[in-house]
């Protein structure tokens, strides 16, 4: 399968000590099978940090998803396991990750969803009002995170 990192340069070595901690699914290195959602965000780094959008483009065995070889965590939707672990995640501003997963598929937490984790976390809805108002958002977008070298070593560079 092809997956798509959408980014402000391009570069050849994937370097996870450059991930940035607090993300969705921890500090890793995030594509997308989806060739338009990598090309917006590109567009969106290059609005923060400058830059010129770039679409990086990588050959992936889909059957080590669930061949056993790689450590995988699929999330099929907005469930409260999957908002469980994006807090987890996103709270924990270390080096150190908080599973040991090499890859992890599942829902971005866009802005609209950012805004209903927030509420969560500030206590002004409960978990089973943020999983309701998750489920009714349009557009659920799916990203693949790589956090170890050995799930980054079965990415080919096209």
């Known amino acids: 399968m092809k997956l798509y990192h959408g980014t402000n340069m391009n570069f050849d070595r994937i370097d996870l000590k450059k991930s940035k901690p607090g993300k969705d699914f921890g500090q890793g290195f995030y594509l997308s099978d989806d060739l338009e959602q990598a090309q917006a965000l590109a567009q969106a780094r290059v609005d923060i940090a400058g830059g010129v959008p770039t679409v990086l483009t990588y050959e992936f065995d ?13 999330f099929d939707g907005y469930t409260e396991e999957w908002a469980e672990f994006i807090l987890t ?3 924990n501003r270390t080096d150190n990750p908080v599973h040991d997963y090499d890859i ?3 829902p971005i937490a866009n802005d609209r969803v950012g805004l209903q984790l927030w509420k969560f976390n500030n206590h002004d809805i409960d978990m089973a ?5 998750l489920k009714f958002m349009k557009g659920i977008t799916i990203q693949y995170y790589f956090g170890t070298q050995k799930a980054i070593d079965h990415l080919v560079r096209l």
């Open 62 to 74: 889909a059957d080590l998803m669930t061949s056993g070889e790689l450590k995988v965590l699929t």
């Open 89 to 91: 995640n996103r709270n």
């Open 104 to 106: 992890v598929k599942g």
């Open 129 to 133: 009002t943020l999983i309701k108002r």
